[in-house]
């Protein structure tokens, strides 16, 4: 599974088998998460990528990897949570071309509950849904914090977004209000990977098809699930979530 980007990546095929990965050490990155595959690769560089804009950046993973693929582009992570953005910080210390943001985007600038999983991976700025918990027990446990919130246009304002922008967003359940927040940024916008929702898994969550409404308005394809993962419900077969691949053409 090493073809996965996002940061629940190989958590994911860990609880397919029944397992629960515990935090990395600081500093510690897993191999698995930085080895770019060598097809997926050719294509992305290919694409002409300039920028890419990490949306739920989470301790470094997706921005290292990206750094390995687009070894030139200028990748901007955005991370809410302070110990995770703290591991982010130090994982891309020494990358120069990468920079952290310790605030969640969103469709406005202020602050914002957000809802911190036992499991910092499954933590969202909306409230965790009943099945969430049954189908991963170990998210269960929820606590609170505020943090700060600001829309992609906004931050754009402030950054320098040289076209062609790859976004990725892994925001659980909260994409289509970072499309929201980006209508501006995204004419720049030549790839999205988004993890996108088929079952409630979060209160008021996008869903697939808001996301791919969103896009469409945009101007964008859907290509399918990126890498072809897809992840299925052990109750009824039923996918649950995939990362799923959109291209302006």
Same mark, same amino acid.
């Given at each position: 599974?090493?073809?996965?980007?996002?940061?629940?990546?190989?958590?994911?095929?860990?609880?397919?088998?029944?397992?629960?990965?515990? +935090?990395?050490?600081?500093?510690?990155?897993?191999?698995?998460?930085?080895?770019?595959?060598?097809?997926?690769?050719?294509?992305? +560089?290919?694409?002409?990528?300039?920028?890419?804009?990490?949306?739920?950046?989470?301790? =470094?993973?997706?921005?290292?990897?990206?750094?390995?693929?687009?070894?030139?582009?200028?990748?901007?992570?955005?991370?809410?949570?302070?110990?995770?953005?703290?591991?982010?910080i130090s994982n891309?210390?020494?990358?120069?071309?990468?920079?952290?943001?310790?605030?969640?985007?969103? !469709?406005?600038?202020? !602050?914002?509950?957000?809802?911190?999983?036992?499991?910092? =991976?499954?933590?969202?700025?909306?409230?965790?849904?009943?099945?969430?918990?049954?189908?991963?027990?170990?998210s269960a446990d929820?606590?609170?914090?505020?943090?700060?919130? +600001?829309?992609?246009?906004?931050?754009?304002?402030?950054?320098?977004?040289?076209?062609?922008?790859?976004?990725?967003?892994?925001?659980?359940?909260?994409?289509?209000?970072?499309?929201?927040? =980006?209508?501006?940024?995204?004419?720049?916008?030549?790839?999205?990977?988004?993890?996108?929702?088929?079952?409630?898994?979060?209160?008021?969550?996008?869903?697939?098809?808001?996301?791919?409404?969103?896009?469409?308005?945009?101007?964008?394809?859907? +290509?399918?699930?990126?890498?072809?993962?897809?992840?299925?419900?052990?109750?009824?077969?039923?996918?649950?979530?995939?990362?799923?691949?959109?291209?302006?053409?």
């Amino acid at each position: 599974m090493i073809l996965q980007i996002t940061k629940q990546s190989v958590q994911r095929v860990l609880n397919s088998l029944g397992y629960r990965m515990e +935090r990395i050490k600081p500093n510690s990155v897993s191999p698995h998460q930085t080895s770019p595959p060598s097809p997926l690769v050719e294509w992305l +560089r290919s694409m002409n990528i300039k920028t890419v804009i990490d949306v739920g950046g989470h301790c =470094g993973e997706s921005a290292l990897w990206y750094n390995k693929a687009l070894p030139d582009a200028r990748i901007y992570s955005f991370e809410p949570l302070q110990d995770c953005f703290s591991q982010l910080i130090s994982n891309i210390k020494n990358i120069p071309n990468c920079q952290g943001f310790n605030f969640a985007l969103g !469709e406005d600038d202020g !602050e914002q509950v957000i809802y911190r999983s036992s499991f910092t =991976g499954s933590s969202s700025l909306l409230n965790m849904d009943t099945l969430h918990k049954t189908l991963y027990p170990f998210s269960a446990d929820i606590s609170t914090e505020t943090v700060k919130v +600001r829309s992609l246009d906004s931050i754009a304002e402030e950054l320098s977004l040289e076209p062609n922008i790859l976004l990725k967003m892994d925001v659980q359940g909260f994409e289509d209000r970072v499309l929201k927040g =980006g209508q501006d940024a995204l004419l720049s916008v030549k790839i999205v990977l988004s993890e996108v929702l088929f079952q409630p898994l979060y209160e008021e969550q996008a869903n697939f098809a808001d996301i791919y409404k969103c896009l469409l308005e945009k101007g964008f394809v859907f +290509r399918g699930t990126w890498a072809g993962y897809e992840k299925r419900s052990p109750m009824n077969g039923l996918p649950v979530y995939c990362d799923a691949l959109f291209l302006k053409e």
